[in-house]
């Protein structure tokens, strides 16, 4: 839930927020982050990362995308 939220700010999230916010390492999300950057819907700022004008626009695919990556190992 953290995640989805933070994207559709237009700051984004730290991924370090990310990491205290979820108890999930950064590399979770390193796939998906690759596919959308090189689609040009995510961007990585000085570890900020926030959806481009084009990712607010398709922010339902982007997220779909992390989905998976945020479960929590049992």
């Known amino acids: 839930e953290f995640t989805l ?3 559709r700010l237009n700051r984004g999230f730290s991924l370090s927020h ?3 916010r979820t108890g999930l390492p950064p590399e979770s999300l390193q796939k998906p982050l690759a596919l959308a950057q090189r689609q ?3 961007a990585i700022i000085d570890e900020q990362i926030h959806a481009t ?4 626009l398709h ?4 997220t ?3 989905l998976p990556c945020l ?3 049992p």
């Open 40 to 42: 040009g819907l995510a």
């Open 53 to 56: 004008a084009l990712g607010r």
């Open 71 to 73: 479960k929590k190992p």
């Open 5 to 7: 939220n933070a994207l």
């Open 64 to 66: 779909g995308w992390l």
């Open 59 to 62: 922010l339902n695919r982007f």
């Open 18 to 20: 990310y990491t205290a």
